[in-house]
T-cell receptor, first 115, second 113 residues
Framework: NAGVTQTPKFRVLKTGQSMTLLCAQD?????MYWYRQDPGMGLRLIHY???????AKGEVPDGYNVSRLKKQNFLLGLESAAPSQTSVYFC??????????????FGPGTRLTVL | AQTVTQSQPEMSVQEAETVTLSCTYD???????LFWYKQPPSRQMILVIR??????QNATENRFSVNFQKAAKSFSLKISDSQLGDAAMYFC??????????FGAGTILRVKS
């Protein structure tokens, strides 16, 4: 099992450009998440999905859009990148219930720089 | 909204010694979960230990244990017999309804040989 994978690993954008980050998981998890990590602030939730075809806003959703067309994939889009979106982005997935098996599994992260 | 506070930006420990990382949280939920994640320089997020709020017994995973004080909303991580491989950023997190994690700002742990 590959677990959670993210594409690409690194990207440099110019202000105003758009891009899509792809997250894929092979664990048949219902829940998927997108976080951003900034120095001194830990990880913050951008958007999440509780199942195929559903998405919801997290703590810092502005400037981002997401889609979950297939259960195994969760896409994060930046329509018009801004320097404030320079960050490391993590995707995660988990089962769909709270209990002893509710661990979130994380991808390796994508480092995005917006000039 | 939930908040998680890690008041130690950086900690150091001598190899083979014991170190404790602090975490406090605030939540209005009665049923919740607490986690410690490790992030080495590789950037990969690794689950260290998990605690269910309804369990009074402190969780333990080999050299890692927690001191869970529910009334004080405190959740500290103790690392015994510290090893060079323990050097990393450590994040405390609280899981709220919907399986969403709220993270603290992190503590950098340095291990001296």
């Amino acid at each position: 099992n590959a677990g959670v994978t993210q594409t690409p690993k690194f990207r440099v954008l110019k202000t105003g450009q758009s891009m899509t980050l792809l997250c894929a998981q092979d664990m048949n998890h219902e829940y998927m998440y997108w976080y951003r990590q900034d120095p001194g602030m830990g990880l913050r939730l951008i958007h999440y999905s509780v199942g195929e075809g559903t998405t919801a806003k997290g703590e810092v959703p502005d400037g981002y859009n997401v889609s979950r067309l297939k259960k195994q994939n969760f896409l994060l889009g930046l329509e018009s990148a801004a320097p404030s979106q320079t960050s490391v982005y993590f995707c995660a997935s988990s089962r769909n219930y709270r209990g002893g098996d509710n661990e979130q599994f994380f991808g390796p992260g994508t480092r995005l720089t917006v000039l | 909204a939930q908040t998680v506070t890690q008041s130690q930006p950086e900690m150091s420990v001598q190899e083979a010694e014991t170190v404790t990382l602090s975490c406090t949280y605030d939540t209005s939920e009665s049923d919740y979960y607490l986690f410690w994640y490790k992030q080495p320089p590789s950037r990969q997020m690794i689950l260290v230990i998990r605690q269910e709020a309804y369990k009074q017994q402190n969780a333990t995973e080999n050299r890692f244990s927690v001191n869970f004080q529910k009334a004080a909303k405190s959740f500290s991580l103790k690392i015994s017999d510290s090893q060079l491989g323990d050097a990393a950023m450590y994040f405390c997190a609280c899981m709220e309804y919907g399986n969403k994690l709220v993270f603290g700002a992190g503590t950098i742990l340095r291990v001296k040989s």
